[in-house]
């Protein structure tokens, strides 16, 4: 996406109703507005997980922890996706590869981390099956990832980008909730 359109303004309105609402209301309170819709995401990620996996939602406790994540995740990606695109490389190729190496790589290792500490496990106890499970999850990521970023950084508005990369990781969440068996 051409830096001029990096700051594009989100149209206000839409034929589809809650479409147009989530506009106007990303555009009055954006940091909430993605907080609310990362927070219902990676609850029905997790919810649905344990519906293919157990099927029912028997581990609401998992569901509650996601739902934390998912704010904590937004808002780190909200601010991460302006300052990669206002500051990260030009290049396409260039940017992709510090996005993946500066951010999904990390976030990945916090959120195994997370999981398992918010599951029981001492935070040191917590580190060290993050650290045994990341290496096949980095590989699938690594696989993943580059392709969806290119849709993020050439054809998502700033604005949505978030609500993009949620979107998105509905399905890795899902993978890695089976792979986790969280």
């Not at 609310?36 to 519906?51: D, E, W």
């Amino acid at each position: 996406m051409a830096a001029a359109d990096q700051d594009k303004i989100v149209p206000k309105r839409s034929d589809v109703p809650v479409w147009g609402a989530y506009l106007r209301a990303l555009e009055r309170a954006p940091l909430r507005t993605k907080a609310l819709t990362s927070v219902f995401i990676m609850a029905a990620a997790q919810a649905t997980s344990q519906k293919i996996s157990l099927g029912a939602i028997q581990d609401k406790r998992s569901v509650r922890i996601w739902c934390l994540w998912g704010f904590v995740i937004s808002i780190l990606n909200h601010h991460w996706q302006n300052f990669i695109a206002k500051q990260g490389p030009s290049n396409l190729f260039a940017k992709i590869a510090v996005d993946h190496a500066v951010y999904k790589m990390p976030i990945l290792y916090a959120f195994v981390t997370y999981e398992r500490w918010m599951k029981g496990a001492g935070l040191k106890d917590a580190w060290g099956q993050s650290v045994a499970a990341n290496p096949a999850l980095q590989r699938t990521s690594v696989k993943i990832f580059p392709l969806i970023q290119i849709l993020n950084f050439t054809m998502v508005p700033l604005p949505l980008r978030v609500l993009y990369m949620n979107s998105a990781l509905f399905f890795w969440c899902i993978y890695l909730a089976l792979k986790l068996k969280v």
